[in-house]
């Protein structure tokens, strides 16, 4: 609260102030014309002041309510008073709660700024007078009709002088009190609700995780391909001269790899687009169907890969054979940046088995002496094992021996196909 007492100090305060002042006065020369208006009608005392109340009283809490008030006193709130609020930008009413808590704060800011307006209007309008009154004649002077003063023309007179320093001063310091406590009070009053907070926590973390989500995609599909294709690259550049089959059956396999890779990447650049249009292709193709291809492209590479499968992997539900897939290529991808051993001499073993309990994905290779630790530095063990956890399945990850073992276990239902 003392940061915030201080920050009522600034003269941006006395800027948002006389706003509110300004508002004030305009409503008050609308009710003055008005008020004369049923002076004319020779109304009843009560209905007059009825009349009187409603004319001041209803005008601001009609305005109050329009939607474009919160957005219009939020850009004010912050720009003058320093507010921050949790929705950024503060946008219109949206909802009847939203609405009535913006009419509290609009009519507290009339009433806080025709409050300091008008003391500003009398301790500035008399302190001009009381000023100079020591440098007038002596004798009684008036310094409002009804009010007077009196210059005996010694020292004394002094205290008139002193008297509106003071007062200025007070006004100095109640406008940066009032200030203050419109701070605290605007983000209560025109910000979010808890559930409106809720919901903004809500949103926020939907954002997240389609980030996330999207950065797996990138990751697992296109690194994934990158990381073929450098492998693939070098094979081929080695046996250029010695084997040109193999170096073109290579040089097929990275071009093969390559188109895959635009494939995912266009298929990523459509979620992040929100592509909905007729034809467009933005669910993930890639499935354990699609295994055979992505072994070959492996192999390609000089890695020797051996694949066991056990169970009718067609039973699997679409959404799960499809992060299986990914699974299995993130641990291909690991074996061939972490193993340590050229691609000639690495050897990965595949195994993917399917029965009451659920799917197995169980990938080992051999790892060489001081080689990195698969667990550090990259996306690729994280990326897994969020996409398992999203599954409800679990990860094991580790060396045994002298071999790298992945083993992912999903509970996965076979009765259906989704």
Known sequence: MANVLVRGSTY???????????????????DSGLASLLDGLH????????????????????LGTLPAVREV??????????????????????????????TIWFCLHLAAGGFVGVLSTIVFGLGAVL????????????LIPGVTYRITGRWTDFWMPLATIAAIVALILLSA???????YAAPRLLGPTPAERIELLERRTATLAERNRLARELHDSVGHTLSLVTIQAAAARRVLATDPAFAEKALAAMETSARAALADLDHVLGLLRDD??????TAPQATLGNLTRLVEATRAGGITVGVRRTGDLEQLPAAVSREAYRIVQEGL????????????????????SLDKSGLLLELTNPVSAGAADHSGGGRGLAGI?????????????????????????????????A
Request: net charge positive.
């Open 12 to 30: 941006l305060r006395w800027v948002y102030l006389l706003l509110g002042a300004a508002l004030v006065l305009a409503f008050i020369l609308v």
């Open 43 to 62: 109304l009843p005392k009560v209905l007059y002041a009825v009349l009187v109340i409603l004319i001041g009283v209803v005008p601001p809490l009609v």
């Open 73 to 102: 006193e939020g850009i004010a709130a912050e720009s003058l008073l320093g507010v921050r609020f949790e929705e950024r930008p503060l946008g219109p009413s949206r909802t009847w709660p939203q609405r009535r808590r913006t």
């Open 131 to 142: 000023i100079a009154a020591p440098f007038r004649s002596p004798g009684s002077h008036q």
């Open 177 to 183: 009190g009032i200030g203050a406590l419109l701070a």
């Open 276 to 281: 909905r249009r007729t034809g467009s292709q």
């Open 333 to 352: 991808t690991n074996a061939i940046r972490h193993a340590g051993r050229p691609a000639g001499e690495l050897s990965v073993d595949l195994l993917i």
């Open 385 to 417: 094992r969020e996409r398992v956890a999203v599954l409800r399945g679990t990860v094991e990850a580790g060396l045994v021996a002298d071999r790298w073992r992945l083993a992912v276990r999903l509970p996965v239902a076979v009765t259906t196909k």
